[in-house]
């Protein structure tokens, strides 16, 4: 079992720049998938970005010129760069961690882009 913490949200202006991070802790794979997922009021939650134990990355479409995720050098933590980021990316910013058919979600990161 894991336990997810998210952290690195905030208030940003339309153009800036944030940075998102997740620790992991417990008992992790050697096999895994982790990521983020986002929900913006009233709508569903989307993918983002995720990353493989073996550093495989895939983003979603529209997100992957401004978005970067990467993993830390040890396994327990992903990050995500946001840049360039518009009004339309505010959301609530959920960290995965998925392995063995199992998913754990972090608690959420609130992430607002408003002048």
């Known amino acids: 079992q894991v336990q997810i913490v998210e952290s690195g949200g905030g208030l940003v202006q339309p153009g800036g720049s944030l940075r998102l991070s997740c620790f992991v802790s417990?008992?992790?794979?050697?096999?895994?998938?982790m990521g983020w997922y986002r929900q913006a009021p009233r709508k569903q939650r989307e993918s983002v970005a995720q990353?493989?134990?073996?550093?495989?990355?895939n983003y979603d479409a529209s997100l992957k010129d401004r978005f970067t995720i990467s993993r830390g050098n040890d396994k327990n933590t992903v990050s995500l760069q946001m840049n360039s980021l518009k009004p339309e990316d505010t959301a609530v910013y959920f960290c995965?961690?998925?392995?063995?058919?199992?998913?754990?979600w972090g608690r959420g990161t609130q992430v607002t882009v408003s002048s």
């Open positions: 417990g008992s992790i794979s050697d096999d895994y998938v």
């Open positions: 995965f961690y998925f392995s063995r058919g199992l998913t754990t």
């Open positions: 990353i493989t134990s073996i550093n495989t990355t």
